[in-house]
Nanobody, 126 residues
Framework: EVQLQASGGGLVQAGGSLRLSCADSSFRFGDYTIAWFRQAPGKEREGVACIRCGDHNTYYADSVEGRFTVSSDNAENTLNLQMNSLSPEDTAVYYC???????????????????WGQGTLVTVSS
């Protein structure tokens, strides 16, 4: 059974950094399109970044481009999200997700991702 475990969330001041991780010891991240999504209170889920998605090796939402970096360590079966220059607008529950491989899924196809982590809360104070 796939159980993606997201971790690394917490409280940080504006301008600070956090690193999120998503792991499952038996999950072959390299075989899937993998992504981070987030959902802020009262808002719809938003795609943040993805690997092997659509026509891209990596792709970022405009709101995080240049500040966030998504990466995957296939040897350790982890998906990571390095978040720098955080702002209060980044406050949300962050979810890792995985879906059909082969660059089939785009970042905006959240409903088509098959596997989801439980979410980790990121709170950025001003």
């Amino acid at each position: 059974e796939v159980q993606l475990q997201a971790s690394g969330g917490g409280l940080v001041q504006a301008g600070g950094s956090l690193r999120l991780s998503c792991a499952d010891s038996s999950f072959r991240f390299g075989d899937y399109t993998i992504a981070w999504f987030r959902q802020a209170p009262g808002k719809e889920r938003e795609g943040v970044a993805c690997i092997r998605c659509g026509d891209h090796n990596t792709y970022y939402a405009d709101s995080v481009e240049g500040r966030f970096t998504v990466s995957s360590d296939n040897a350790e079966n982890t998906l990571n999200l390095q978040m720098n220059s955080l702002s209060p607008e980044d406050t949300a529950v962050y979810y890792c997700a995985a879906g059909r491989g082969g660059y089939y899924l785009a970042l905006d196809a959240g409903d088509d991702y098959t596997y989801w982590g439980q979410g980790t809360l990121v709170t950025v104070s001003s």
